[in-house]
C-alpha cells in the first residue's frame, strides 16, 4: 500500500523484473538538476529495472514533415540521431521524461523529441508505452505546468500517461546535498517504481 500524491491510500504495483525504462531529459543544460535527476533514477533503480539516460535531445533537427520518410518517402533516410531515439523508445518498456519549465511551458527540445516519437502517425515508437513525467524547476510550483503540458503532448502523442507518476522538485530549496537528498533520491525512485509497476500491470 502506498500514497498518491493527494494523500489517499492506493494499490501500487511490483516492478516487472527486466523493466527496461529510457529517461528522456529535458534539459539542455549540463549542470541541470533535471539531469541529475534522471541519472539519480538510473543510479537507484528499483532490483530488477534497468534505466537508461537520453541527453542529447538538443542534437534532433527540427521536426518537419519535409524530411520525415514516413510522410515524405522522397525525404530518404531518417536523419541518425532520430533513428537512434526512436529505436531506444521502442525498445523500452517505458519512458520517464524528467523536464525543467520553460517560461511555463515545455521546453522546446523535448516538443521537438516527442513530435518525432509520434510518427509514424499511429505506429510511433512512443505509441502505447507508459510514460510518467518528473522533474525540477524554481518557484512553489515546481513546474507544474510543465509537466501538463508534457501530458498533455505524450497522450496526443499516443504515449499512454501515468498521472500518479508525479515528482515536482523546487530547485530552489535544494540543500547543500542537492538532488542526493534522501527525501529527493526517495520521491525519484518511487517514481521509477511506479512507472515500472504500470509495465507489470500491462505484461
Not at 520517464?96 to 516527442?114: F, R
Not at 497522450?155 to 535544494?174: C, H, P, R, T, W
Amino acid at each position: 500500500m502506498s500514497q498518491d500524491t493527494n494523500g489517499t491510500d492506493s494499490v501500487q504495483a511490483a516492478p516487472a523484473q527486466g523493466a527496461r525504462v529510457v529517461a528522456l531529459v529535458g534539459s539542455l543544460r549540463e549542470a541541470s538538476v533535471n539531469r541529475q535527476l534522471a541519472h539519480v533514477a538510473a543510479d537507484n533503480a528499483p532490483e530488477g529495472v534497468e534505466v537508461s539516460v537520453i541527453e542529447d535531445l538538443g542534437a534532433l533537427p527540427f521536426y518537419n514533415e519535409d524530411t520525415d520518410p514516413s510522410v515524405n518517402p522522397a525525404a530518404g533516410e531518417v536523419d541518425a540521431k532520430v533513428a537512434g531515439l526512436r529505436t531506444a523508445v521502442a525498445d523500452a518498456d517505458a519512458v520517464l521524461i524528467v523536464t525543467p519549465e520553460h517560461n511555463g511551458s515545455i521546453p522546446a527540445a523535448l516538443k521537438n523529441a516527442i513530435d518525432w516519437l509520434s510518427r509514424p502517425y499511429g505506429t510511433g515508437a512512443i505509441k502505447g508505452k507508459p510514460v510518467g513525467v518528473i522533474g525540477a524547476a524554481l518557484g512553489q510550483y515546481a513546474g507544474t505546468w510543465s509537466r501538463t503540458e508534457t501530458r498533455k503532448s505524450v497522450g496526443i502523442a499516443g504515449g499512454q500517461v501515468i498521472e500518479e507518476v508525479e515528482v515536482g522538485i523546487n530547485s530552489s530549496k535544494l540543500g547543500e546535498q542537492g538532488v542526493s537528498a534522501p527525501e529527493v533520491v526517495e520521491q525519484v525512485v518511487g517514481a521509477v517504481s511506479r512507472l515500472a509497476g504500470e509495465v507489470a500491470a500491462v505484461a
